[in-house]
């Protein structure tokens, strides 16, 4: 034997590569909290079904809450040796308070506890992730607000397309963090179920009280089944992959930020204190900040990949891969919250260049649907108005001008169904007013949404 606390069926030490290469204490030590919160509702639980006295439950409490104070004060003693966080807990509490410690464990193994754990941690992890989600949004809406009616070329294959407006684009950027806000709350609750109380596999044959250890941990429900509820990590795999998506979202805003920065395109400035410049090049000003975001999202969505395939194959109950389910879960948890907080401290101080937008927009034929609409109005059929002003766009291409730039007789040619009153709808003002429907780009349209989004999130 040795002094692993599984140590009496072994007649050699564990090898000492083999140690190293089986622990996890390196990564699962952020657990601690959360490890011994758990053991604290246990002991309790344990107390309250009789299976300690009061006063064992007490000293295992106190002694969990030195352990506590001494991890948190820097001068615990990780042994990797003790392989994992839950062991290296349990072993010192032994230490500080005696032969009682050795009681904790009852009822319990480290397959119900660990799983445990982990719910506890991403628990937390959610909420402070939703919180964050919601800073970036109020960030969102107060910019969509200040930019409610300002112009700028809304694009499709990345050509101008017509006019939208900024308010109404970063709106698209709230709304698709709405959805993600959602589904963290909806993983959230798949999250919040105790696994304790189902031991190593098969539950336990002493009387345990689970839905009050779930009352101590603010969990909604118990597990139905042991073996599922030590086994399966899907609740991670869908907070992953609830993560890849949050990330995708940032990432192609990061896209669309790192290109309005740059000259050609010149329609933001991004604040100085979230760019960084170059060691050569003295004019420099990156957009460092969403190139990494926009760069992270491959770790994240890789994390979701590690995730899956680690359980794809995996019989039932517990397997020692499990253990390799934190590092991925904890990066991108890591991941989602830099990244996050990084965007709802930039966003609020974006400056906008609204002249060079709407230049931008004069430049694209943004308002060529407008005349085709114009001309439907007028009584001719969508598609000969389509070639009406296509070949007035290819007239404008080889003179150098856009529609609202043209004479009322030159466009003329083109069709005499157009008359003087053509110019209201040419208008990049009128144009955006025009799309007034639910969803639509129309100042007063986005400021409703923005006023209903506010009411729905709440200030916070
Ligand atoms: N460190 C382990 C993990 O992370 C804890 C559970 C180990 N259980 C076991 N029977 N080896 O999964």
């Given amino acids: 034997s040795q002094d692993k606390p599984w140590g009496g069926r072994f007649s050699e030490p564990t090898d000492r590569f083999v140690e190293a290469f089986t622990a996890s204490v390196d990564f699962d030590r952020r657990l601690y909290r959360h490890d011994i919160e758990g053991s604290m509702a246990h002991a309790r639980m344990l107390a309250r079904v009789g299976v300690l006295t009061d006063a064992e439950c007490r000293q295992i409490l106190e002694g969990l809450e030195l352990v506590r104070a001494e991890i948190e004060s820097g001068d615990f003693d990780w042994s990797v040796s ?65 930019e409610a009616a300002t112009v700028m070329p809304g694009f499709t294959h990345l050509q101008t397309a017509q006019p939208v407006t900024f308010g109404h684009h970063m709106m698209a950027w709230f709304e698709m963090l709405e959805r993600d806000h959602a589904r963290l709350g909806d993983c959230r609750r798949r999250v919040n179920v105790l696994p304790l109380g189902s031991a190593a596999l098969a539950g336990t044959p002493y009387p345990l009280d689970r839905h009050y250890t779930a009352e101590l941990l603010g969990f909604d429900a118990v597990s139905d089944n042991s073996l599922d509820a030590v086994s399966d990590r899907d609740f991670a795999i869908e907070f ?145 108005a389509h070639e009406v002003v296509g070949r007035a766009v290819r007239h404008g291409l080889e003179t150098g001008r856009d529609l609202g730039e043209m004479e009322l007789e030159e466009l003329r040619r083109f069709s005499t169904t157009i008359e003087a009153d053509v110019f209201d709808v040419l208008t990049l003002q009128g144009s955006l007013a025009a799309r007034n429907v639910h969803g639509g780009t129309a100042p007063d349209q986005v400021r409703a949404r923005i006023q209903e989004a506010r009411a729905r999130i709440g200030t916070g």
């Fill in 82 to 146: 003790l392989e994992d966080v839950h062991m290296n807990v349990e072993a010192r509490l032994t230490q500080r308070i005696g032969d009682v410690g050795k009681k904790l464990h009852t009822g319990r193994s480290r397959n119900d506890q660990v799983a445990t754990d982990i719910r506890l941690y991403l628990r937390e992890a959610i909420d402070d992730l939703m919180a964050e989600l919601r800073r970036l949004q109020r960030g969102l809406l107060d910019l969509a607000e200040r």
């Fill in 240 to 384: 992953c992959a609830a993560g890849a998506l949050i990330m995708t979202h940032l990432s192609r805003f990061s896209e669309e930020l790192v290109l309005w920065a740059s000259a050609q395109f010149g329609f933001v400035d991004l604040p100085d204190r979230f760019c960084t410049g170059s060691s050569i090049m003295p004019q420099k000003k990156n957009p460092d900040v969403p190139e990494l975001v926009r760069g992270k999202t491959g770790r994240v969505n890789g994390n979701l990949v590690s995730l899956l395939t680690l359980m794809k194959a995996q019989p039932l109950a517990y397997n020692k891969d499990n253990q390799e389910d934190k590092e991925p879960l904890f990066d991108t948890v890591d991941t989602l919250a830099g990244s996050l907080r990084a965007f709802a401290d930039m966003v609020p101080h974006i400056q906008v260049r609204a002249a060079a937008m709407e230049e931008a927009t004069r430049k694209g034929f943004a308002t060529a649907t407008d005349l085709a609409d114009y001309l439907v109005r007028k009584g001719m059929a969508f598609r000969d």
